[in-house]
């Protein structure tokens, strides 16, 4: 992220808190706790892990696309401005993953901090298989 971009980022981030945008959606990230609530308020989960790495646990209702498909399949988020929380196995390939879509245009990303290691030791619910 260059200079400008990182200007414009802390100034978008500084109207959507002034305009009453979740803080989640000003920060970028969120804990699972978090994660979990936005889910049950309508925002999309998506799971950017191997789909053996979904298969072994994942989160109920989650989406599986793994990251290294991600950039290929942006139709499948909906419009750009669909919120979107992103997880993976400890936060990093998610973190990857938001970037892809954030210089994709979408402007309502977060990502689920710690990821599924995390999810599960919050003792969140997990699904088993596809």
Same mark, same amino acid.
């Given at each position: 992220?260059?200079?400008?971009?990182? /200007?414009?980022?802390?100034?978008? *981030?500084?109207?959507?808190?002034?305009? $009453?945008? %979740?803080?989640?959606?000003?920060?970028? !990230?969120? @804990?699972?706790?978090?994660?979990?609530? *936005?889910?049950?308020?309508?925002?999309? *989960?998506? @799971?950017?892990?191997?789909?053996?790495?979904? +298969?072994?646990?994942?989160?109920?209702?989650?989406?599986?696309?793994?990251? @290294?498909?991600? $950039?290929?399949?942006?139709?499948?988020?909906? $419009?750009? @401005?669909?919120?979107? +929380?992103?997880?993976?196995?400890?936060?990093?390939?998610? /973190?990857? !993953?938001?970037?892809?879509?954030?210089?994709?245009?979408?402007?309502?990303?977060?990502?689920?901090? /710690? $990821?599924?290691? !995390?999810?599960?030791? !919050?003792?969140? %619910?997990?699904?088993?298989?596809?």
């Amino acid at each position: 992220m260059n200079a400008f971009q990182s /200007g414009y980022r802390s100034l978008l *981030l500084a109207l959507m808190l002034a305009w $009453g945008a %979740p803080a989640a959606w000003a920060a970028g !990230a969120v @804990d699972v706790r978090q994660g979990a609530t *936005l889910q049950s308020q309508g925002t999309l *989960l998506v @799971d950017v892990r191997t789909p053996g790495e979904f +298969a072994q646990g994942h989160a109920p209702g989650a989406v599986l696309i793994p990251l @290294d498909q991600i $950039g290929k399949r942006l139709t499948e988020l909906g $419009g750009k @401005d669909r919120p979107i +929380a992103l997880i993976c196995r400890s936060g990093n390939r998610s /973190g990857q !993953a938001q970037g892809i879509l954030e210089q994709a245009g979408f402007t309502k990303t977060v990502n689920v901090l /710690g $990821g599924m290691n !995390a999810w599960e030791q !919050a003792g969140l %619910p997990v699904v088993k298989g596809q």
